[in-house]
């Protein structure tokens, strides 16, 4: 484990008390969806807003959102596009209330994924997956051994689109389209999140206060648990070497800058 770059995250290094990082297991539903398709990878990055880009996003073959949990507004479809096959979120213990009120939004998808680690929540996860499960909803919850192995291998607890790039780069897909997501303004902060997205994770989450009109602080974003930067240098190197991936506009003229 001593190759693995400097620890960046006030989370205790998970060297500590992960015996073996494991591998991702690909499962044969994911695989049917993602196999030989082009994807868009969709975040909630104010970015977008005006872009127009619904129609293009709504395009490719698969529809993966990041941190959705409400579907997108008539206006917002216009940037984010429509469609949701898959979602990744986190679905810790302030979203899944959010996410169990919106169980019909959820039961559009092929699929979810739990792109986040467990052991903090390990009951509230089982017992709302199971719930999911229940309506035939497809989950997976995708193990802690890799997770904590993947974020070692950055540096850091990684944020849900820098883990959700990687998870479906691990299919067999033709190209990723990569939108939405910003590295909180490339570790500068601010105004990073669309209006309706802010609104859920403030007033619905209590993640951020309504008082901050939209702008997030590295504070308030814990930057002391998921630092920016070994997040945005391991998106550099996967995004030079792997020709599957595809960069949206803020991200060509923003990620290789330093």
């Known amino acids: 484990m001593s190759n693995y770059p400097e620890w960046d995250s006030s989370a205790v290094n998970p060297d500590i008390y992960i015996e073996k990082y494991t591998d991702y297991v690909k499962t044969s539903e994911l695989r049917e969806i993602l196999d030989g398709k082009t994807v868009a990878i969709v975040g909630p990055s104010s970015h977008i807003d005006g872009q127009n880009l619904g129609n293009y996003i709504d395009s490719f073959d698969v529809v993966v959102r990041v941190g ?16 949701t096959d898959i979602i990744i979120h986190s679905f810790n213990s302030f979203e899944i209330p959010v996410a169990s009120r919106n169980i019909g939004y959820l039961s559009k998808c092929k ?11 390990i009951n509230d996860h089982e017992f709302f997956f199971d719930s999911l499960r229940e309506r035939s909803i497809k989950v997976q919850n995708v193990d802690d051994s890799y997770l904590y192995g993947f974020f070692r291998s950055v540096g850091t607890i990684c944020n849900l689109g820098t883990v959700g790039i990687e998870i479906i780069l691990k299919y067999e897909i033709k190209s990723l389209f990569v939108t939405g997501i910003n590295f909180y303004n490339m570790g500068k902060y601010g105004k990073v999140y669309n209006e309706e997205y802010f609104d859920v994770v403030s007033s619905k989450m209590g993640v951020y206060k309504n008082e901050l009109n939209g702008i997030v602080t590295g504070i308030s974003a814990r930057s002391d648990l998921h630092s920016q930067k070994p997040q945005i240098e391991h998106f550099k190197s996967v995004a030079r070497s792997d020709d599957r991936v595809l960069l949206d506009k803020y991200l060509e003229n923003n990620l290789f800058v330093s």
Do not use: Q, W
């Not at 959705?68 to 469609?83: C, H, N, Q, V, W």
């Not at 979810?112 to 903090?120: E, F, L, Q």
């Open 111 to 121: 699929h979810i994924i739990c792109g986040m680690v467990s052991n903090d929540f």
């Open 68 to 83: 959705f949990l409400e579907e997108p507004t008539e206006i917002a479809m216009k940037d984010y596009g429509s469609r």
